[in-house]
T-cell receptor, first 109, second 116 residues
């Protein structure tokens, strides 16, 4: 939505470059993690997920990395395109599903 | 398939007025959820339902009521709107449990509510 961007960190990348968006999670018992993409005026859209028994999972142009030692999750987008511009947020699932606030990705042409 | 459809898209209420937000899904999902999204914050769960005829409180349920009379519909009611309820409201559905298992949440495009 339009107001989601307030006070969120912003990552600006050149079209064609790779993007890395980071997320720190809080619950060491969380065992399932999801990345969502939210374009302006739209609802969150599922991108990719990963379980705690994995360190890495790849999708189409996206890779999620999980470091359980430091409770860190990252989303890598290869060859970033203008259509990738959006807010990206992670969610962790332990005894409940908790969403992060998100990072704005701006792609410069 | 339309996925998850929310109506209305926008609404302005005066303090004390009531309204109902409608959510419909055509994916035959058992689980449905209502979230609110506020600037700089993650999505917060208001209420959810694990099946037709069931509802349960989420993280921020006060001032809201819900009903799930039909599997495909999940209604969110504001009994007496307050300015603190100004937000963007998202409905979501999933095939499996709240912890998702193998099934991520599918979201609607939101209802932007302003309470003056």
């Amino acid at each position: 939505g339009e107001n989601v961007g307030l006070h969120l960190p912003t990552l600006s990348v050149q079209e064609g470059d790779n993007s890395i968006i980071n997320c720190a999670y809080s619950n060491s018992a969380s065992d399932y993690f999801i990345w969502y993409k939210q374009e302006s005026g739209k609802g969150p859209q599922f991108i990719i997920d990963i379980r705690s028994n994995m360190d890495k999972r790849q999708g189409q142009r996206v890779t999620v990395l999980l470091n359980k030692t430091v409770k860190h999750l990252s989303l890598q987008i290869a060859a970033t395109q203008p259509g990738d511009s959006a807010v990206y947020f992670c969610a962790e699932s332990g005894n409940k599903l908790v969403f992060g606030a998100g990072t704005i990705l701006r792609v410069k042409s | 398939n339309a996925g998850v459809t929310q109506t209305p898209k926008f609404r302005v209420l005066k303090t004390g007025q009531s309204m109902t937000l409608l959510c419909a899904q055509d994916m035959n999902h058992e689980y449905m959820y209502w979230y609110r999204q506020d600037p700089g914050m993650g999505l917060r769960l208001i209420h959810y339902s694990v099946g037709e005829g069931t509802t349960a409180k989420g993280e921020v349920p006060d001032g809201y009521n819900v009903s799930r009379l039909k599997k495909q519909n999940f209604l969110l009611g504001l009994e007496s709107a307050a300015p603190s309820q100004t937000s963007v409201y998202f409905c979501a559905s999933s095939y499996s449990s709240l912890r998702q298992g193998d099934s991520p949440l599918h979201f609607g495009n939101g209802t932007r509510l302003t309470v003056t």
